[in-house]
């Protein structure tokens, strides 16, 4: 199976161009997570597995690695060879990696294994993994214990449909996994902060079943958004805030 979720398809298309600058960075740390418990460092290979715009690839290029990214969205892997044409950037899926056996040292997948998380998925990372190789799960997720980030919470989830989340944790089901050790978590505190345009209105239209709204509910949506930022005085008319995250990072490695 090579197709992805229509949601992730369309959503995804149409939300390449402000996903760039709407989604927040990883924090600084990560860096040391991949060379300390993902082996990375100069003379290894990693992919960037559903890379999108190629968010996370600086944190992968940072460690010395040579990178390799594959993407499916059409729209979002022009965006990733646009910004980062040093990457040998391939169009594929998580259960078609256009790659040989064993022969990758790690795959991290960046804010995207919730879309694949599935057997057949897992089968083919197992399969382009050298034996002790390591798949790196990493999300930033929303700090929903704050009121005007939880207040954007509520606008979007109306509009979730059957999209796969994060946040409903089904993606965990798929472990413990046949031929991977278990999973290894670290949590790091993370933040973006810019114009609020960029990093609340952006940064929610940016999300795949935001960005596949017809135009009127995202003109909509827009306008709710900028309530909140009006409503709350920690953004309201603020040239810059804060948009606070946690970054889950989890590792397990191919058994030999």
């Known amino acids: ?141 929303r700090d929903d214990t704050v009121p005007w980030v939880a207040a954007l919470t509520r606008i979007m989830k109306p509009f979730e449909g059957d999209a796969p989340r994060f946040h409903s944790q089904k993606w965990r089901d798929i472990f413990p996994a046949p031929g991977f050790s278990g999973l290894c978590e670290k949590r790091f505190s993370n933040a973006h902060t810019g114009p609020p345009e960029k990093v609340i209105v952006d940064r929610v239209l940016s999300v795949s079943f935001m960005a596949a709204l017809p135009i009127d509910q995202r003109e909509r949506v827009t306008s709710q958004l900028k309530e909140v930022i009006a409503v709350y005085p920690e953004l309201a008319a603020k040239a810059e805030v804060t948009f606070p995250y946690e970054t889950l990072a989890c590792v397990c490695t191919k058994l030999t």
């Open 1 to 141: 199976m090579t197709n992805i979720h229509p949601l992730a398809a369309t959503g995804f298309r149409a939300g390449a161009a402000i996903y760039v600058e709407g989604r927040p960075d990883y924090p600084p740390e990560i860096e040391n997570w991949l060379i300390h418990d993902l082996g990375l460092s100069k003379g290894k290979t990693a992919l960037d597995l559903a890379a999108g715009t190629g968010k996370f690839s600086p944190r992968l290029l940072a460690t010395g690695a040579t990178v390799i990214a594959v993407e499916p969205v059409p729209a979002m892997l022009e965006q990733l060879i646009r910004l980062y044409p040093q990457i040998d950037a391939r169009s594929g899926f998580a259960q078609h990696i256009p790659l040989d056996d064993d022969s990758l040292d790690a795959v991290v997948c960046a804010q995207s294994f919730h879309w694949f998380a599935t057997p057949e998925a897992l089968q083919e990372i197992h399969r382009v993994l050298k034996p002790g190789g390591a798949l790196g799960l990493v999300w930033n997720v």
